[in-house]
């Protein structure tokens, strides 16, 4: 599954590391308790130890920042960041404006034909959102395209998928609780055949 | 690696004794009376009514989750649930509840005798029985952080009491932070920093959290009255407000608020952990330095909980992401601490008997696997895709509420239970809760973190019937149901001992290496 966000390969790295520490902490527990050996530990083994967990956070902090940093610039490129936000933006296959209420998503095409609960796209494109709120403050996530977003009213957030490759009907959903509608805030994203 | 001051760390020597204090008192006592051991006494019992309260509503929704689609609760009674799951369990049950052990250890450990300002962590107890009041008469469905224009425009007539509930929570926890900070400068004043039990270190820094947060969380909850009110426009954009005035308040009490479930812990932690193995801690200096770490970073990565939203953006972002990501250090050099203190030297079987040493291990264990994954939830790349507001950011604050800080919570009621009874609780019980809750506490951590990473979302009282949500999610309720059912034997075991349990021992925590110990053995020695 090919997302926008590049996530694939650095997530797989990042929950790999997650299980390692977790499993060295846990042995090292379990080592304690159970081992008939009995070991005292000298004090710069801490400091070399929280060395070493310096170096892991560094790798994190620097890896995120660029995968991020890379998916921010497709938009910046676009000169969709800017204040006042050009419209129409170029590098984009299609472009939807998304207005997101109490409960549901609404979406418009650049033809002015709304849905209101399909995203309609083709595989493979590169899809910018332009989302609105007009009431509260929602959340925007299609899990198919690992993107979450979480916006106020009254400001637009952007934000853009590579619309997977299969056709079909992906989820896109409210992650913030947003009123007693909450769990029926829902949409599609709708990948048609691939024949254009 | 013992230095000279090692045995005056460790906190005065026991000169605890068991004692009926619970049979001897009376109910005005118990209710009023400035005595640290009543106030204690009556934080524990009210925080354990709390967390049965709490739980009852989290085995309705989960009852309600188990299946797709609505079988019992509307969506209003389900969130109003929810809302009050979590407000009873964070402000009633564990803050309360280990605030409370340290008013009853303070004292003893850290040899002043009383415990001071005792009259402020009366109103303190007071205040939040209204405030719980309040709330159950409110009853609000817009979760514990009420994001406004949303909490502004849902939960009928009374939801304005849920405002003021907010206001007496501040004020609450502000006078509680104040007498820890009280009773652990007295301390730090008599024995010299240097020589200060790491209970009076977790103190201080208890009540600089709770003094430096709770004045803004008392604005927020008069702010969003007066929003309600339509005298103020604070945070509703529709009248001119901004949302993010109100995110970054509401965070700013936020992030030190699960904090200060978690100080007071770590602090019964470093006071027991010593008793029960009968030596110092590994490295007492480590500790304060992870305390005062703790308490810094505290404060200000708070941004990191609403990180998707469009205002968290360039050097802010990064800076919440590093700063976030280095609170690591202090977390390490504690469960480092705690790990070293164990291997350095034979563990008793005292200790292994121990019903709280086997808690301990417990929320060590759990503080591992709540606090490792944040390395995931920290990253923004990350955070904007599984984890922001799916089922993983739940994962990760139950293993560390639950796991962590409610067995240590567990920890200090068993290790307390003797000198407030003078009788100790029945051994094969207490092994059945601390099997149940862990098993169950373990499953439940797990089945969250995995249905966060397959995009589950919070808050929902329906779900779509997906393989990955469904089957998990009914595993979930499972594990839910078996912490249920160690609760109310905890409950059973503590009512039945505490007239007919077997008399306490001088020490019945007393360290030895004896097949069969005089303290917490199983069979009855009457």
């Given at each position: ?37 009995r070991w005292r530990l000298k004090y710069w083994m801490e400091i070399a130890f929280v060395g070493l967990l310096i170096g892991v956070v560094w790798y994190g902090d620097k890896r ?31 472009e939807l404006k998304v207005i997101a209420f109490q409960w549901g998503f609404a979406f418009l095409t650049d033809e002015n034909e709304i849905s209101r609960n399909a995203a309609v ?76 | ?463 779509l019937p997906l393989d990955q949500w469904a089957m998990p999610q009914m595993m979930l309720t499972g594990a839910a149901y078996l912490i249920g059912l160690g609760f109310i034997v ?37």
């Amino acid at each position: 599954m090919e997302s926008a966000l590049g996530l694939s390969g650095y997530q797989a790295t990042m929950m790999i590391i997650v299980f390692v520490v977790l499993g060295a902490g846990i042995s090292a527990l379990f080592l304690a308790l159970f081992l008939p050996a009995r070991w005292r530990l000298k004090y710069w083994m801490e400091i070399a130890f929280v060395g070493l967990l310096i170096g892991v956070v560094w790798y994190g902090d620097k890896r995120s920042a660029e995968v991020y940093g890379a998916y921010q610039e497709e938009m910046s490129n676009a000169g969709i960041l800017d204040e006042p936000a050009i419209d129409g933006a170029e590098g984009f296959d299609r472009e939807l404006k998304v207005i997101a209420f109490q409960w549901g998503f609404a979406f418009l095409t650049d033809e002015n034909e709304i849905s209101r609960n399909a995203a309609v796209v083709k595989p493979g494109e590169r899809v910018l959102f332009r989302i609105f709120s007009n009431d509260v403050i929602h959340g925007f996530n299609i899990p198919a395209a690992g993107i979450t977003a979480e916006f106020d009213p009254g400001k637009e957030r952007d934000v853009w998928i590579r619309a997977p490759q299969e056709p079909g009907k992906y989820l896109i959903q409210c992650l913030n609780y947003c009123g007693i509608g909450h769990a029926q805030m829902k949409a599609w994203l709708v990948v048609e055949g691939a024949e254009a | 690696m013992a230095s000279a001051h090692d045995a005056q760390r460790m906190g005065e020597t026991p000169t605890w004794v068991p004692e009926d204090i619970i049979g001897n008192m009376t109910l005005k006592s118990l209710l009023f009376s400035n005595d640290y051991r009543h106030i204690a006494i009556k934080g524990i019992l009210t925080s354990i009514v709390m967390l049965g309260l709490g739980g009852l509503m989290a085995i309705l929704f989960r009852t309600e989750l188990a299946v797709p689609d609505v079988q019992f609760f509307g969506a209003r009674p389900y969130m109003q649930l929810m809302t009050l799951h979590g407000m009873f369990m964070v402000f009633g049950f564990i803050i309360p509840f280990v605030i409370a052990l340290n008013y009853y250890m303070m004292p003893k450990v850290l040899g002043t005798g009383r415990l001071l300002w005792a009259g402020a962590a009366q109103w303190s107890y007071w205040l939040l029985i209204i405030a719980a009041v309040f709330l159950i008469i409110a009853r609000p469905d817009f979760t514990w952080t009420f994001y406004p224009p949303m909490s502004l425009r849902v939960g009928g007539d009374l939801v304005y009491l849920g405002y003021l509930a907010v206001l007496l929570v501040a004020i609450s926890e502000f006078l509680a932070g104040a007498v820890l900070m009280r009773n652990g400068w007295e301390a730090a004043r008599r024995l010299s920093w240097s020589k200060l039990p790491l209970m009076g270190w977790g103190a201080i820094s208890e009540g600089i959290l709770l003094m430096g947060s709770t004045p803004i969380l008392g604005l927020v909850g008069i702010y969003m009255f007066t929003d309600w009110m339509q005298i103020t426009a604070m945070f509703d954009p529709a009248r001119g407000g901004e949302v993010m005035t109100f995110m970054f308040m509401f965070w700013f009490y936020g992030h030190p608020a699960v904090y200060l479930p978690l100080m007071p812990a770590i602090a019964v932690l470093y006071t027991l952990l010593p008793r029960f193995l009968g030596r110092p801690i590994w490295s007492y200096w480590s500790a304060v330095i992870a305390f005062s770490m703790l308490t810094v970073l505290g404060f200000i990565v708070y941004p990191h909980h609403f990180q998707p939203a469009e205002n968290v953006v360039g050097p802010l972002q990064r800076a919440t992401q590093i700063l976030t990501l280095a609170i690591f250090i202090p977390s390490t050099l504690h469960v480092f601490n705690w790990i070293a203190t164990l291997w350095s030297d034979p563990i008793p079987k005292s200790a292994r008997r121990a019903i709280p040493f086997k808690f301990i291990i417990a929320a060590i264990f759990f503080l591992m696997l709540g606090g490792v994954t944040a390395y995931v939830n920290a990253q923004i790349a990350t955070d904007s895709d599984f984890v922001h507001n799916t089922y993983f950011v739940p994962a990760h604050f139950h293993a560390m509420f639950v796991g962590f800080m409610a067995n240590m919570a567990m920890a200090g009621a068993y290790y307390l239970y003797p000198y407030f009874t003078g009788r100790m609780f029945n051994q094969a019980l207490a092994n059945t809760h601390f099997w149940f809750w862990q098993i169950g506490i373990f499953s439940k951590v797990t089945l969250m973190y995995y249905l966060g990473y397959v995009y589950f979302p919070r808050w929902v009282v329906d779900y779509l019937p997906l393989d990955q949500w469904a089957m998990p999610q009914m595993m979930l309720t499972g594990a839910a149901y078996l912490i249920g059912l160690g609760f109310i034997v905890f409950v059973i075991n503590f009512m039945w001992s505490a007239t007919r349990g077997r008399k306490a021992d001088t020490d019945p925590w007393a360290v030895s290496d004896d097949a069969v110990s005089s303290g917490a053995s199983a069979q009855p020695a009457e």
